[in-house]
C-alpha cells in the first residue's frame, strides 16, 4: 500500500475516532424556566405487548414530556444497552432554569442520576428537585429516533412522546418504569419507548 494511503488511511480513522469518542457540546441558557410543565403520563390498563429484539415490552402508560436535557450518558456494554443505548437526565420546572442549576453538580453512572448542591443547602427544596428532574431510560422506536437521540446535547430543549414501559428480556430480566415523579432511588427511573424526539 503506498505511503500516501496509509497516511490517508490514518488521519480518516482519528478524525472518526474523535467524532465518535468527543463528548457532546453543552448548550447554555440564560436564567428563566426553560419548561414549566410537568410530564403527562396517562395510565394504561392493559397494554399489549410487543417484541424488539430480545425483549417484550409492555405499555404501562403514554408518556410527553417537554424537558431541559441535564445530562446524558451512552452505554454499550451493559446488559441493556442493546434495547437502550442511551439515559437522559431531564429537568423541567425550576430544574430548567439554569440559575438553580448553578448550584448543582449533575452526573450520570451506571444507569443512575446524581446530583448533589454546593453550598450548605441545596438551591431548591429536594423534594422539587426529585419532583421536577428525573432519569429516563431511552429505547428507540425507529432508526430516525435513534439518529434524533444521537445528536440531542446537554442544555437542549426536548420534546419527546411515548410510552413508559415494562421489558422482560429472554434471559429472564425485568426493567420496568417508575409511574411517579416524585420517588427517588432504587426504580425510580423511567423506561420511555420513544416514538418522536424533537429538539426544540
Known sequence: MPRWLT?????????TAYVVLAPHPVRT???GVLAPDDPVQVDIARGTPFAVGDYTLTPLADFKLTARVLSRADYSWDRSAALSPTDFAFGWGAMSDSSVLAGLDISQS???YFYRWRTSEPPIPLAQIIH????????????TVRAQIKRVRTGDIVHLDGQLIEARGKD???WRSSMSR????????EVVYVRSLVVM
Do not use: E, F, V, Y
Open 132 to 143: 421536577d428532574s428525573s432519569n429516563m431510560h431511552m429505547i428507540p422506536a425507529n432508526d
Open 29 to 31: 441558557h440564560a436564567p
Open 7 to 15: 497516511i490517508l488511511l490514518a488521519t480518516l480513522l482519528l478524525a
Open 172 to 174: 429472564g430480566s425485568i
Open 182 to 189: 416524585d420517588d427517588s432511588g432504587d426504580g425510580a427511573c
Open 110 to 112: 451506571g444507569r443512575w
